[in-house]
């Protein structure tokens, strides 16, 4: 497609509720990012993709955090057992190659109630 | 620990006049430095970048500068439009780290008619 897309546009989820956001990245864009950003705050680094691997998920909160990108194309963030502070914008990025600009997607706005 | 920020958390100008909006970052292993703009319910759009081999570079009414002696960034609009009025990022990557780029908090860049 021309650009990222990302779905739900938005999601609300009871506290412990298990929640899965897709990101649909550029066709050919080898590397795939998720970011979380909080109201009023720059987006925080979770976990990037080259092609189907996982290459670094040092930005995963905690281990209800889970990426996946099983044929390298469609990505998964899974957030397990909600709870309030996970409420934020999770953004998807994606881009040809690490060291270039990247293409975000709108982002899915996740509250936990 | 590593860090990236901008000087002011808003800035208003005329419309017509130049912007500068600027960046500190601590990371003196940072190498690759990209400034995005993010409207309201989207996510950030790049801008331009700069790599660290270089100080000065020029796009459409943009230019960034990049002084790496007290590590300092900045993003020059010229001629500033409405349309130009958004949160204006800072972010910065290590070429030993492919994956994860470093975003400031953003400054609100506000253009009155």
């Known amino acids: 497609g021309a650009g990222v897309s990302q779905s739900p546009r938005y999601k609300v989820a009871k506290r412990g509720q298990d929640v899965a956001l897709r990101c649909d990245p550029i066709s050919g864009h080898v590397s795939l990012f998720w970011y979380q950003q909080a109201l009023g705050q720059g987006p925080e680094f979770l976990t990037y993709f080259q092609n189907e691997a996982q290459l670094d998920k040092s930005g995963l909160p905690s281990d209800r955090f889970f990426a996946e990108r099983p044929e390298g194309s469609v990505s998964t963030l899974k957030i397990q057992r909600t709870q309030q502070e996970d409420s934020a914008v999770y953004l998807c990025a994606s881009s040809f190659s690490s060291f270039e600009g990247y293409t975000f997607g709108s982002g899915t706005r996740l509250t936990v109630v | 620990g590593e860090s990236v920020g901008l000087h002011l958390p808003t800035l208003s100008v005329q419309e017509g006049d130049n912007s500068i909006i600027n960046c500190a970052y601590s990371n003196s292993a940072s190498d690759y430095f990209i400034w995005y703009k993010q409207e309201s319910g989207k996510g950030p759009q790049f801008i331009i970048d700069?790599?660290?081999?270089?100080d000065k570079r020029q796009g459409q009414r943009v230019t960034v500068l990049l002084n790496k002696t007290v590590k300092h960034l900045s993003l020059q609009i010229a001629a500033t439009q409405p349309g130009d009025s958004a949160v204006y990022f800072c972010?910065?990557?290590?070429?030993?780290?492919?994956?994860?780029?470093?975003f400031g908090d953003g400054t609100t860049l506000t253009v009155k008619p």
């Open positions: 700069i790599r660290s081999n270089m």
């Open positions: 972010a910065e990557k290590e070429c030993t780290n492919a994956g994860k780029s470093t």
